[in-house]
């Protein structure tokens, strides 16, 4: 069983990273109670926010030591419960992490700390030529530690692939404090075992990222969407594959049936002219750099 979180516990996180990043009012530890999965919640005890991996080694030997529950969270968008305290104790906030460290555009590669905006750091590298394409629905909001321990991906997974495919090195701080690389920043590495994509979904069970270095590719020049119209939901399903067939790879195709255009379209702005006899869409988005 764990141990209760005391005002000694307290005072000590206090002194590590300061009073005023360390939180025990009602009102931080309802928010912190819960992320976007269902109407579920369960209060922690204390919510801290570091901004230094020695902060956050140093509270990880302390709550090891005296057996305190620690579950990481980043912005809490998640729908799978991945930063739900349902032990109560600690809940450690990486927001404070939120740097870019470094694009590094001769060697196509990033590092950043885990409480970068997903859609912050996609504009970042974009500006200088480069694309790291996961996006997940919440990539306005969600946090790219978030995006590591949930594997997450979006659209662009079709031809992309998702987070882990991203993923070259982790700096990882382990329950018992120490801090750890997991691998190296090379496209092959065949080093020992390959924690880093041990880490990658593994839901902050493992350790606490702190650092990132993401491998980049080159941004496409150009991309067109398409919205294509069938008159059954069938023959929109069989074009799928004959769209792969033809030796078209789509960097994103979703399947839309006409109940979701039409409620799309009632409570939006959009306007779209759509035949009677038209039951589907496929929403295609191609790239490409001609």
Known sequence: MYSKVSSKDINYFKSVIGNNY??????????YSHDETEDLSFPPE???KPSKTKEISEILRYCNKNLISVTPCGARTGLSGGSLPIHGGVVLSTERLNKIIEIDTNNLQAKVEPGVINQVFKDAVEEKGLFYPPDPASQGSCFLGGNLAENAGGPKALKYG???DYVLNLEVVLPTGEIIWTGANVLKNSTGYNLTQLLVGSEGTLG???CIVFKLIPLPKKSITLLIPFKSAEDACKAVSLIFMAGITPCALEFIERDAIDWALKYSDV???IEDDVDAHLLVEVDGND
């Open 208 to 210: 606490i990222i702190t």
């Open 46 to 48: 204390v919510v801290i």
């Open 22 to 31: 360390v939180f025990t009012a009602e009102s931080i530890i309802k928010e």
């Open 162 to 164: 998702v987070t882990k």
């Open 271 to 273: 306007k779209l002219n």
